[in-house]
């Protein structure tokens, strides 16, 4: 016996905690009957589970990384008919969602999968799958600020994490300069927030690396498959992390 939960996510439905909000909002049924206990175990050889009223199944396991467009929106569907990640996977039959978010305005590096489990390690906020950005400010922050960002922020949540932060170009004549900085925790827009506190906001978001996968020359809107040992690496990244937190 599993918990529902978890055969969910293995099933490719969406990340463990996506799957949870589904049973708790009552989508999902166990033999005809709605659960909305967390705490539920099914046996997924036996039990015949429903999301939304169709049976689920098991699917073939899928990594995509992709280069996100600047104004599409992290998610499988949009109710206002606005472009979404899975609008360009082309060719991918098989029920993918996003791991983790990037705002409408930022672009880069977007993983998409139908392994729950996987999702749930990369993003589970335990792990501190570092991530890295590109930002694109007006003027050039002077290096005690940037040495502020990564010593932690005061935001309206409470302060950031250290964070590791240089200067990527600096152009003196356009007053712009582009900074990277590479976070450890997954807080709503949080590079933003970071360089709004500093008063230098971002004029445009890239990001570049997502634990140790970069995003390298991927087109933007274009995507790729995962490696085996890209996929490994990136799980052995969660796992470190994990282990140097405890």
């Given at each position: 016996m599993e918990r529902l939960q978890k055969v969910l996510a293995q099933a490719g439905i969406a990340s463990r905690r996506k799957c949870e909000e589904y049973i708790t909002a009552g989508r999902v049924m166990v033999n005809d009957v709605t659960v909305k206990e967390l705490g539920a175990k099914v046996d997924p050889a036996k039990d015949r589970i429903k999301v939304d009223g169709k049976p689920i199944?098991?699917?073939?396991?899928?990594?995509?990384?992709?280069?996100?467009?600047?104004?599409?929106?992290?998610?499988?569907?949009?109710?206002?008919?606005?472009?979404?990640?899975?609008?360009?996977?082309?060719?991918?039959?098989?029920?993918?969602?996003?791991?983790?978010?990037?705002?409408?305005?930022?672009?880069g590096l977007l993983i998409l999968t139908n392994d729950g489990e996987f999702a749930n390690l990369l993003t589970h906020p335990k792990h501190h799958v570092p991530k890295t950005y590109h930002a694109k400010v007006k003027g050039v922050p002077h290096g005690s600020l940037l040495e502020k960002l990564a010593k932690g922020v005061k935001l309206e949540d409470g302060m950031t994490a250290p964070a590791e932060v240089d200067y990527v170009d600096v152009d003196p004549a356009a007053n712009e300069s582009v900074i990277s900085i590479t976070i450890y925790e997954g807080r709503n827009r949080q590079v933003r927030r970071m360089f709004d506190a500093i008063k230098f906001p971002v004029e445009k978001l890239k990001r570049v690396k997502f634990g140790p996968i970069p995003l390298g020359g991927l087109t933007r809107g274009k995507f790729r498959h995962l490696t085996p040992d890209e996929i490994k690496s990136l799980t052995d990244a969660a796992k470190q992390r994990e282990k140097a937190d405890t």
């Open positions: 199944k098991a699917e073939k396991k899928l990594y995509i990384i992709m280069n996100k467009p600047k104004g599409v929106i992290t998610s499988v569907e949009d109710p206002g008919g606005r472009k979404v990640v899975t609008d360009f996977l082309h060719g991918i039959t098989e029920r993918l969602f996003p791991v983790g978010r990037l705002d409408y305005d930022t672009e």
